[in-house]
């Protein structure tokens, strides 16, 4: 059952179900660590789940200090200062607790807890990760939104002067990732519908991708089928345990997938965030369909888009698979043309030249030439 508490160990240790952020804080304590740093940022510590933490760790005499000054694209200041914390503080550990950015921050913050800087020293573009060892403190993640995945992650994206760099190592990977329901029920319908839809795609790109990885394959497809059939409840019924239970390890499902990579949906995405600020899921989903219908001409993707039919209760056919998603899509709110949200038209070369520079594009089965994303950007407009 969904609504009720279960341990997994994969990829990482899992403490899944209602209360289960509560319950962590007596595994903690079992670890015999002493004094926590709580990663977040503003609007988490506003709702007061920062504060609910920080109390169920002071029930077991576990004593916090909680750092909140982490942006939505977290930078190289916010990882330096959150570390400074964590050692005036003399702390042992560290809890990431909101969406990916706090948690991009948190695990950061533990490579810099016991490795000198610069930061941009850890590149992993640069093959930083080889400077990475297995001597941090322990790192926990607690995701407060179901979209990202980071908390069975090993990887982060910190903006280090204006520039976003992954820091990857695969002894950044949680200890434990603590998926409650519960703290999620308060994420309003809007964003819980773009963040949902974020976790769709990443089992999308993942699964259209041709590396021989049929596990990641197969995890893929459960997440998309999660997704489909909880979503809209989510959505709807914000209180709805099992639903809000589901969505949270479809998420965590799809980041366990994309280890196989992501597409031109997220380069277009990661491009309209940069350009517009726009929320990351809303612009995965916002692209979704128009980018179906162009990767649609490689026949081993459309082959892939044909198999998803019966998730969407429709045939095996990949038009039709595009036509449901568009629906679904409609029927979770979601705005789908780019005019409504400030889009300017005579930006879309420049947000193609980024887009083909992302390091997730090259990765798309279908070869993107010049000129492919402005089209599919025209046909939002
Ligand atoms: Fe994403």
């Known amino acids: 059952m969904a609504n009720t508490r279960h341990t997994y160990t994969y990829p990482t240790r899992i403490e899944y179900g209602p209360n289960a952020m509560k319950d962590f804080t007596h595994i903690v304590k079992e670890q015999g660590l002493k004094k926590g740093l709580i990663v977040t940022d503003k609007g988490i510590e506003k709702v007061g789940t920062a504060d609910l933490l920080k109390g169920f760790f002071t029930e077991v005499g576990i004593d916090t200090v909680i750092f909140s000054d982490v942006k939505s694209n977290p930078t190289e200041k916010n990882v330096l200062d959150g570390t400074q914390v964590f050692k005036e503080n003399n702390c042992d550990f560290i809890v990431a607790l909101g969406g990916g950015s706090p948690m991009d921050a948190g695990k950061t913050m533990k490579v810099m807890a016991t490795h000198d800087g610069p930061l941009e020293k ?52 949680p200890d434990i990732a603590v998926l409650d329901p519960l703290i999620t029920v308060s994420l309003p319908a809007k964003l819980t519908a773009a963040t949902g839809v974020d976790a769709f795609v990443h089992s999308l790109e993942a699964y259209i991708m041709e590396t021989f990885h049929p596990m990641a394959d197969g995890i893929a497809i ?18 709805d345990i099992e639903a809000r239970g589901k969505m949270l390890m479809a998420s965590a499902m799809g980041a366990i997938a994309f280890q196989k990579g992501l597409g031109v949906n997220h380069a277009i995405a990661h491009g309209l965030g940069i350009f517009y600020d726009m ?70 070369t420049a947000l193609e030249e980024y887009a083909l520079a992302d390091p997730c594009c ?16 025209k046909n939002l407009i």
């Open 122 to 173: 850890y590149d992993d573009m640069k093959g930083g990760d080889k400077y990475i060892l297995d001597n941090m403190p322990p790192f926990y993640a607690i995701p407060t939104t179901a979209g990202t995945g980071s908390e069975v992650g090993r990887s982060s994206v910190i903006n280090i002067n204006n520039k976003k760099v992954i820091i990857f190592s695969p002894f950044m990977m």
């Open 362 to 377: 090259p990765l798309n089965p279908k070869t993107v030439e010049k000129g492919d994303i402005v089209t599919i950007l």
């Open 222 to 239: 459960e997440a998309m089928k999660m997704c489909v059939e909880n979503l809209s409840t989510a959505v709807y019924k914000g209180d």
């Open 279 to 348: 929320h990351h899921g809303l612009a995965n989903a916002i692209v979704l369909t128009e980018v179906m219908k162009y990767n649609i001409s490689r026949e081993e993707t459309r082959k892939r888009y044909a198999s998803l039919g019966s998730i969407f209760g429709v045939e095996n056919d990949a038009e039709k698979v595009i036509e449901a998603i568009g629906k679904w899509l409609i029927s979770l709110g979601i705005v789908v043309n780019l005019r409504d949200l400030n889009v300017k038209e005579d930006q879309f």
